[in-house]
């Protein structure tokens, strides 16, 4: 797999376009320019799924990321779960590229031998005040047209889970694992023999509109990482799209709010809730065949038992909100991930909630992932945001906003979106 860096951009991009004489700002015009097809800012999952989709289309794509590699930031820090399409409101976006996606998901593991597997999950109630909310669950789930789901009583569940303590449960047989490395492996490598161009270690830190076009200022990531938070004055390169897609994840509104000439107001705000994870040790054999969730909290689906594909048992995230950081950092992915050993106290009362025999200190410190949030604290929960030039009135440009769970199972489905409405 080729890996580009900024010194190479300038050579890559010229396979995609050779440079045209655009007008420029005097600011900016003693800046190197290039034209290009279209850029992908992120090599997360969505991003990279997203350039597939386009290099599929027969466009020529270039991929843009900060870090050395793909997929760093909320792509390496999820549950790894393949969602069924249960919780979200019947028509919104979430809902429908999320069962869209997870066929779309199964189908692509299937023939490309990523590892993955259908293993069920139940959502239980540990309480008789929870049973309605279940109920819920499911008549959501079947209006947005989940099959399969059924509703257990507690003991039908505890003899599928002779481990699990509930009231009730609801059964859904299509929701899985995958090995969301593979997965994204898979994705590049097909990306790039169709010509899409991964540029690393290379960061979108803005942009300007002029006329139609928009275009991007581009920086050298090791540049910024020394610059103590301050930008430079000017970017070292400035690319001319003819579509930008903005999937920046975690940093896409603080980007997207850099790009002078769109409409600050349609940029939605940006939360950030951190979620641990902790690992089951001193087992050999796991407590659980199946994914275990319990009741949706505030911004969060609960601690809930997710196994990988080694049968590893994992718990969380839980829910943590926490601060923005400034955009240079943002850019370069310098959220705090650290998993405090500490918080584990938090999750021994949540999980024995439906696991009352977790023994105590069984629990070590794991992994920590941030959700992109459109929502804060005691607020709705607000669907994906994709946004085209029907909102925002730039040509060319389309912004991913809150592209939190289910975003890896949604992600196929998100490039697929993209690429039938937006070229």
């Known amino acids: ?14 396979i995609i376009g050779p440079s045209k004489n655009f007008s420029s700002t005097t ?5 190197p320019k290039e034209t290009v097809d279209c850029v992908v800012i992120g090599a997360g999952v969505v991003g990279i799924a997203v350039a597939r989709a386009l290099a599929l289309k027969g466009r020529q794509v270039l991929v843009i990321d900060s870090a050395s590699t793909f997929g760093t930031g909320t792509s390496s820090r999820n549950s790894e779960v393949i969602h069924a399409g249960i919780y979200y409101p019947p028509n919104s976006l979430k809902a429908v590229l999320c069962v869209r996606g997870r066929e779309l998901l199964y189908r692509y593991c299937s023939e490309h031998e990523i590892p993955h597997k259908q293993i069920g999950k139940l959502i239980v109630a540990t309480g008789y005040s929870e049973i309605s909310k279940l109920n819920d669950l499911m008549n959501r789930g079947n209006q947005n047209g989940v099959g399969g789901l059924r509703m257990m009583e507690g003991y039908e569940a505890m003899r599928m889970e002779p481990e699990l303590q509930c009231v009730k449960a609801l059964l859904s047989p299509s929701s899985g694992i995958v090995d969301t490395h ?9 990306a790039e023999n169709l010509r899409a161009t991964f540029s690393y270690n290379t960061t979108v830190i803005g942009g300007h509109r002029e006329g139609n076009h928009i275009y991007l200022h581009i920086s050298e990531s090791k540049d910024l990482d020394n610059c103590n938070g301050e930008f430079p004055l000017h970017p070292e390169l400035i690319l001319i799209p003819k579509l930008v ?13 850099r790009f002078n000439g769109l409409n600050s107001g349609v940029i939605p705000v940006a939360y950030y809730a951190r979620g641990c994870y902790f690992t089951l040790s001193n087992t050999k054999i796991p407590p659980f065949r199946h994914l275990i969730y319990p009741i949706p909290e505030d911004g969060g689906l609960g601690v809930h038992v997710t196994l990988d ?27 705090d991930y650290s998993v405090s050993a500490n918080r584990a106290e938090r999750f021994y009362p949540e999980i024995r909630k439906y696991y009352p025999h977790l023994k105590d200190e069984s629990l070590e410190s794991g992994y920590a992932g941030i959700r992109p949030k459109l929502c804060g604290p005691g607020q709705s929960p607000i669907d994906f945001v994709i946004q085209g030039e029907d909102i925002h009135g730039v040509p060319g440009l389309v912004n991913l906003f809150g592209i939190e769970s ?12 993209i690429a039938t409405r937006f070229l």
């Open 1 to 14: 797999m080729l890996k580009f860096t900024f010194r190479r951009l300038r050579n890559s991009i010229r």
């Open 27 to 31: 600011q900016y015009e003693r800046i």
């Open 182 to 190: 593979s997965l994204m492996l898979s994705l590049v490598g097909e």
């Open 245 to 257: 897609v903005n999937s920046a994840g975690l940093s896409a509104p603080a980007l997207a709010k």
């Open 309 to 335: 594909l080694n049968s590893q048992v994992k718990f969380g995230p839980d829910v943590e909100w926490i601060a923005g950081i400034d955009d240079v950092s943002s850019f370069l992915n310098k959220f």
């Open 406 to 417: 289910p975003g890896l199972t949604s992600s196929m489905a998100i490039a697929e979106y």
